[in-house]
């Protein structure tokens, strides 16, 4: 199970370090998600990402006070929006779904912008 873990980990980084060049792609929930599998898997690889000077910082704000910077915040309820509104555009889904998906999408929004701001770095 430990390898699995730490493969997905990596998985995680690699779609992380993506979406720091593909805009649609988030960043850090898979670099969240990978110092959660690191941390069960190899205090190594999590110990690596925690002293990483892109991804350090951040995930201490997390860790330490559940802060989410202005910027990330902004960018992340922006793309719920424009995820939001594509969904409905271009799939034109059922209102149910539209509806289901609008509430989800609202929570998360809401639960972003309630964090605290915190100090990074």
Same mark, same amino acid.
């Given at each position: ?16 370090v993506? @979406?720091?060049? #593909? ?7 898979? *670099?969240?998600?990978? &110092?959660?599998? =690191? !941390?069960? +898997? ?13 991804? @350090?910082?951040? #995930?201490h ?6 802060? *989410?910077?202005?910027? &990330?915040?902004? =960018? !992340?309820? +922006? ?29 998360? &929004?809401?639960?972003? !912008? ?8």
């Amino acid at each position: 199970m430990r390898i699995i873990l730490i493969i997905l980990g990596w998985l995680c980084v690699a779609l992380g370090v993506i @979406g720091i060049f #593909l805009p649609l792609l988030p960043t850090t929930p898979f *670099i969240l998600l990978a &110092a959660w599998l =690191f !941390a069960r +898997a190899s205090p190594r690889f999590e110990r690596w990402l925690y002293e990483h000077r892109v991804f @350090g910082p951040p #995930l201490h704000a997390w860790r330490d006070n559940r802060a *989410i910077p202005r910027r &990330a915040k902004v =960018f !992340a309820i +922006a793309m719920m929006a424009v995820s939001f509104a594509s969904l409905l555009i271009i799939l034109h889904p059922p209102f149910w779904l539209a509806l289901v998906v609008g509430a989800l999408l609202s929570a998360s &929004a809401l639960f972003v !912008a309630t964090r605290n701001e915190g100090r990074i770095g």
